[in-house]
């Protein structure tokens, strides 16, 4: 079992930046690839960004490719989403992901949401223009 604690979300103007943080319990971080998602108001959750378990791959949704930058410290049990150049249409709730069970020398990442075993409760994002 995995919990995960999203943190870093905020208030910012466009053309900004902020970077949003996922903590995960337990020792097998490592062994988990990661995903975050997104659900603005009134709209469906999202795929952003996803990275496998050594951080080696990285894939994003076209909507933040080359503007976010996801990462991983597997010594501190964290993954982050770098947020840069962010837009109105960025606001929304960011959630991180886990994807349990895979096997030990698999370096895929994930980017459908029911791929995902663990989810954490989501931080607040708000882009003004």
């Known amino acids: 079992q995995v919990q995960l604690v999203e943190s870093g979300g905020g208030l910012v103007q466009a053309g900004g930046s902020l970077s949003v943080s996922c903590a995960a319990s337990g020792r097998t971080f490592s062994s988990y690839p990661m995903g975050w998602f997104r659900q603005a108001p009134g709209k469906e959750r999202e795929f952003v960004a996803a990275?496998?378990?050594?951080?080696?791959?990285?894939y994003y949704a076209d909507s933040v490719k080359g503007r976010f930058t996801i990462s991983r410290d597997n010594g501190k049990n964290t993954v982050y989403l770098q947020m840069n150049s962010l837009k109105p249409e960025d606001t929304a709730v960011y959630y991180c992901?886990?994807?349990?069970?895979?096997?030990?020398?698999?370096?895929?990442?994930?980017?459908?949401?029911?791929?995902?075993?663990?989810w954490g409760q989501g931080t607040q994002v708000t882009v003004s223009s």
């Open positions: 990275i496998s378990r050594s951080g080696g791959s990285t």
């Open positions: 992901a886990a994807r349990g069970g895979i096997p030990v020398y698999s370096e895929r990442y994930y980017i459908a949401q029911y791929e995902y075993d663990y």
